[in-house]
């Protein structure tokens, strides 16, 4: 019933409001290709937020990751082993106690494998003090008896049989019920610290590592000291017939175990890179003959033929 014209106007309304909807709709869609990819859902806004972290932020972060990554260094405690060599031959022992003996091995073939002495186990020997491989047959074993008498054990075949233990009067050992105190081819010697381990190379040279992680030396057999030394991380000091075998741990230097001829002197040094864990303090020893270095880790052998520029 409307009157045409307003029925026609009606019809054109209509037409121009369908074709303004086309055109946004069109650029509505054209527009889209410049916010690719970003979603309106409040996770991927987050994750889609600039995550620049500041730089300090950053570096403190590497720090901690950097020193959880570094080992701790091992407390200095009574080494429970020892090891020592003559040429082809080695002998190493874990010492035990005066009431819980200590057990012995034997390498024929320069540490590459190794036996163990049972006969060693069948004398009264208990706590071994000190190994000393005299020969590649000769081995003499300063060992305290049942009664926590010190002795030497001797054998001429290569463990195969002992002889009867005689007085340990006359060499170098450590007894640990007498840290202060060390026997001594002069009689007993009496030094300034309370004595972990230490390494006769001779009658006159012998280097002592101390409870408190000082070192000191003789090379009158005992008659003067050396001015103690402090070791940073100082684990052990071994047997050698050469230069001494300082045993050390110095994260920074070396991440295992720095050998060193001197006080960690940097031009007579060599690093053993392994793994260190808690349970391996007490646990580690090192014996070298020329350039052959054994070196006993926790449960891992290594062993160096060339001065310790490589390892096996």
């Given at each position: 019933?409307?009157?045409?014209?307003?029925?026609?106007l009606?019809?054109?309304?209509?037409?121009?409001?369908?074709?303004?909807?086309?055109?946004?709709?069109?650029?509505?869609?054209?527009?889209?290709?410049?916010?690719e990819g970003?979603?309106?859902?409040?996770?991927?806004?987050?994750?889609?937020?600039?995550?620049?972290?500041?730089?300090?932020?950053?570096?403190?972060?590497?720090?901690?990751?950097?020193?959880?990554?570094?080992?701790?260094?091992?407390?200095?405690?009574?080494?429970q082993?020892?090891?020592?060599?003559?040429?082809?031959?080695?002998?190493?022992?874990?010492?035990?106690?005066c009431?819980?003996?200590?057990?012995?091995?034997?390498?024929?073939?320069?540490?590459?494998?190794?036996?163990?002495?049972?006969?060693?186990?069948?004398t009264?020997?208990?706590?071994?003090?000190?190994?000393?491989?005299?020969?590649?047959?000769?081995?003499?074993?300063?060992?305290?008896?049942?009664?926590?008498?010190?002795?030497i054990?001797?054998?001429?075949?290569?463990g195969q049989?002992?002889?009867e233990?005689?007085?340990?009067?006359?060499?170098?050992?450590?007894?640990?019920?007498?840290p202060?105190?060390?026997?001594?081819p002069?009689?007993?010697?009496?030094?300034?610290?309370?004595?972990?381990?230490?390494?006769?190379?001779?009658?006159?040279n012998?280097?002592?590592?101390?409870?408190?992680?000082?070192?000191?030396?003789t090379t009158?057999?005992?008659?003067?000291?050396?001015?103690?030394?402090?070791?940073?991380?100082?684990?052990?000091?071994?047997?050698?017939?050469?230069?001494r075998?300082?045993?050390?741990?110095?994260?920074?230097?070396?991440?295992?175990?720095?050998?060193?001829?001197?006080?960690?002197?940097?031009?007579?040094?060599?690093?053993?890179?392994?793994?260190?864990?808690?349970?391996?303090?007490?646990?580690?020893?090192?014996?070298?003959?020329?350039?052959?270095?054994?070196?006993?880790?926790?449960?891992?052998?290594?062993?160096s033929?060339?001065?310790?520029?490589?390892?096996?």
């Amino acid at each position: 019933g409307w009157p045409l014209w307003v029925s026609i106007l009606v019809i054109v309304v209509l037409l121009v409001g369908a074709g303004a909807l086309s055109v946004f709709a069109i650029k509505s869609v054209q527009n889209s290709g410049e916010n690719e990819g970003f979603s309106t859902t409040k996770a991927a806004y987050v994750e889609q937020i600039d995550t620049e972290v500041p730089d300090e932020v950053v570096e403190e972060f590497s720090e901690v990751e950097e020193s959880a990554s570094e080992p701790d260094v091992l407390p200095l405690v009574a080494p429970q082993r020892q090891i020592a060599q003559y040429e082809n031959v080695a002998v190493r022992a874990e010492v035990g106690t005066c009431t819980e003996p200590g057990t012995l091995e034997v390498s024929t073939n320069g540490g590459e494998a190794w036996v163990s002495l049972e006969s060693f186990a069948n004398t009264s020997a208990t706590q071994v003090l000190r190994p000393i491989p005299v020969s590649t047959s000769n081995i003499f074993v300063v060992a305290l008896n049942a009664d926590c008498e010190p002795r030497i054990y001797g054998t001429t075949n290569q463990g195969q049989s002992w002889q009867e233990p005689v007085s340990a009067v006359g060499t170098w050992y450590l007894n640990p019920s007498t840290p202060t105190q060390l026997a001594a081819p002069g009689g007993t010697k009496t030094i300034g610290c309370e004595a972990l381990s230490i390494s006769a190379r001779t009658d006159s040279n012998v280097d002592v590592l101390c409870a408190d992680g000082q070192f000191i030396s003789t090379t009158d057999g005992g008659t003067t000291w050396s001015d103690p030394v402090h070791i940073d991380g100082a684990l052990n000091v071994g047997h050698s017939n050469g230069d001494r075998v300082l045993m050390a741990q110095q994260p920074g230097v070396c991440r295992g175990i720095q050998f060193s001829a001197g006080a960690q002197d940097s031009d007579s040094s060599t690093c053993l890179e392994t793994k260190l864990l808690g349970e391996d303090a007490g646990q580690i020893a090192a014996t070298r003959f020329g350039e052959s270095i054994l070196a006993w880790v926790g449960q891992t052998q290594f062993i160096s033929k060339d001065g310790g520029q490589s390892w096996q």
